[in-house]
Nanobody, 121 residues
Framework: QVQLVESGGGLVQAGGSLSVSCAAS??????MGWFRQAPGKEREFVAV???????YSVESVKGRFTIYRDNAKNTVYLQMNNLTPEDTAVYYC?????????????????WGQGTQVTVSS
């Protein structure tokens, strides 16, 4: 059983930066993703990182968000820079066993509890 514990997030002004992290038991065998859900909207893919470290992110965050992992610390991070109010959402960490990191939420078996990120204008 994989346990995911998120931390970070909070309130920041537009243009600011935040980092969220996800502690995952047994990280080295997992591919990971960050998803977000804004009020009244469906959960959407933000960024994923494969077991080998390959990454992919949604177009709207490219150049601003970076996903990376530290297997020694069993932690995955999402560094978010130049935030905009449109980035306001609950951010969820997700995990799946295997090499590949798909962008569809339904492909992930384990989910964290979510952490709120709020960007004020």
């Amino acid at each position: 059983q994989v346990q995911l514990v998120e931390s970070g997030g909070g309130l920041v002004q537009a243009g600011g930066s935040l980092s969220v992290s996800c502690a995952a038991s047994g990280l080295s065998r997992l591919s990971m993703g960050w998803f977000r859900q804004a009020p009244g909207k469906e959960r959407e893919f933000v960024a994923v990182i494969s077991r080998s470290g390959g990454t992919y992110s949604v177009e709207s965050v490219k150049g601003r968000f970076t996903i990376y992992r530290d297997n020694a610390k069993n932690t995955v991070y999402l560094q978010m820079n130049n935030l905009t109010p449109e980035d306001t959402a609950v951010y969820y960490c997700a995990a799946r066993d295997g090499r590949f990191a798909p962008t569809q939420a339904r492909e992930y078996d384990y989910w964290g509890q979510g952490t709120q990120v709020t960007v004020s204008s």
